[in-house]
């Protein structure tokens, strides 16, 4: 069982395993396959190797609201350029390690079957090859960063933190009393990462600002994940009806958790970029804290995440079990929040 069919005939364990009770007709929801052109329009098939054009500054101050802070105004304006070129490192960082270390890891169990839910053929097909996109975001990221290290000269002198959002989802994780929901909850993180990554890669590409090289990279990566996109909505979608209802309660009541781990402005990291960069201690404090106020991550978190909420109050006004409270408070953004 549990994907290795035919190693262990005869296991006890056969007659409980949950995957042995699960029709496989009865969950397939009319899977529709984004990928049915992803052997010609896949990046990692199509797309050339991006080089850095000659932009002295890299990406756009406009994705960078603490160059737009008074005090930095005041005192630091020359030093934009400097700081605005180490977002795009921690970017090109947050990127490989993401894809590296969270999505593949959940990806791959999805595409072996390790999960105790069952798939359409098509859409396990469809999980091997989003495998092989995040490794070549993750390659392309990180080749990319490289020749920006060679561009300004960084090598060996400036080491980026673990990313916040492994920090928050490995705290979220440690604490859960099983490996199944452990699982269980890198699956809906990735979910949730691969949902909003999308609409962040449009966005970031758009501006005037970003260099000629970073733009076709984020282009690539953005023609790839809307198709991850489409895929982790309907696997979603599909998976719902088979996951036990503690666990449904645990994802839905820790959803502003989950997305929070993702969204939330990752201070340790920022702050170590703006002292590199020349700034004093106390206004790197100051600038981050009076520019991602509470009530402008909150609004941030809600406009991003409304897809997901969406999609999530459908399914859980569809589940039996669910307090009514809890559906109502996956509609209007007002979870339990128990990780920063």
């Known amino acids: 069982m549990c994907g290795l069919a035919g190693f262990f005939v005869g296991c006890e364990l056969a007659e409980s395993c949950k995957k042995s009770a699960i029709s496989c007709e009865s969950i397939k929801r009319n899977y529709a396959s984004p990928f049915r052109n992803w052997d010609s329009r896949a990046s990692v098939r199509s797309a050339p190797q991006r080089q850095l054009g000659d932009s ?33 490192l921690r970017f090109l960082d947050f990127t490989t390690k993401l894809e590296m270390v969270v999505v593949n890891d959940a990806t791959a169990k ?120 489409i895929f982790y909505r309907q696997l979603l979608e599909q998976i719902w009806p088979q996951i036990d209802i503690d666990t449904k309660e645990f994802f839905l009541s820790n959803l502003e958790s989950f997305t929070a781990a993702y969204l939330r402005p990752d201070k340790k990291s920022l702050v170590k970029e703006m002292l590199f960069a020349g700034l004093q201690r106390d206004d790197a404090e100051q600038i981050f804290d009076e520019t991602y106020v509470p009530d402008v991550v909150r609004s941030y978190d809600l406009a991003c995440t409304q897809e997901i909420r969406t999609v999530l109050a459908d399914l859980a006004h569809n589940t039996d079990g669910l307090s009514r409270e809890l559906v109502l408070g996956i509609s209007t953004g007002h979870t339990e929040n128990i990780s920063n």
Do not use: W
């Open 56 to 88: 002295e500054t890299l990406f756009p101050s406009e994705l960078v609201p603490i160059t737009n802070h008074p005090l930095f105004g005041r005192k630091y304006e020359h030093l934009r350029s400097v700081i605005c070129n180490l977002e795009l």
């Open 110 to 229: 999805v595409a072996l079957g390790l999960f105790p839910f069952v798939l359409d053929d098509e859409a396990q097909l469809d999980a091997h090859r989003i495998y092989v996109d995040e490794a070549y975001h993750s390659l392309f990221s990180f080749q990319m960063a490289q020749n920006v290290r060679i561009r300004l000269g960084l090598n060996n002198c400036f080491e980026l933190p673990q990313p916040a959002f492994l920090r928050r989802t490995n705290a979220l994780v440690s604490g859960l009393d099983s490996q199944l929901r452990r699982e269980y909850a890198k699956l809906f993180f990735v979910i949730i990462s691969e949902m909003l990554i999308t609409s962040t890669l449009n966005e970031a590409r758009s501006y005037s600002g970003v260099d000629e090289g970073i733009r076709k990279l984020m282009s690539d990566h953005s023609s790839d994940e809307y198709r991850h996109h």
